[in-house]
């Protein structure tokens, strides 16, 4: 199984970044798939999910800026993100939950002036 992400960068304020996963090893439409993302120095939190079906759910502090999408004949699953804030700063990782989970190498985002 691999996950590779990809997609961070510095960004200003205000801005938009997309993440991407690129997901193998698996069959891939019939998983859910997860973004989390840690910031320094603080634990790793789920910012968002989407169901095998394409139900998405987001962390509060997310919601209304950040869009999950999976595209399931690419085998990818995607983190739009607009409206971007200082706090939006940290590591993301892309998930796949379950027994095993796995996990890819994180990207990072840095939301900076």
């Known amino acids: 199984v691999q996950l590779q992400a990809s997609g961070g960068g510095l960004v200003q304020p205000g801005g938009s970044l997309r993440l991407s996963c690129a997901a193998s090893g698996f069959i891939f439409r019939l998983n859910a798939m997860r973004w989390y993302r840690q910031a320094p120095g603080k634990q790793r939190e789920l910012v968002a999910s989407i169901s095998s079906g394409g139900i998405a759910n987001y962390t509060d502090s997310v919601k209304g800026r950040f869009t999950i999408s999976r595209d399931n004949v690419k085998r990818t699953v995607h983190l739009q993100m607009n409206s971007l804030k200082a706090e939006d700063t940290a590591v993301y990782y892309c998930?796949?939950?379950?027994?095993?989970?796995?996990w890819g190498k994180g990207t990072l985002v840095t939301v900076s002036s």
């Open positions: 998930n796949r939950p379950g027994d095993p989970a796995y």
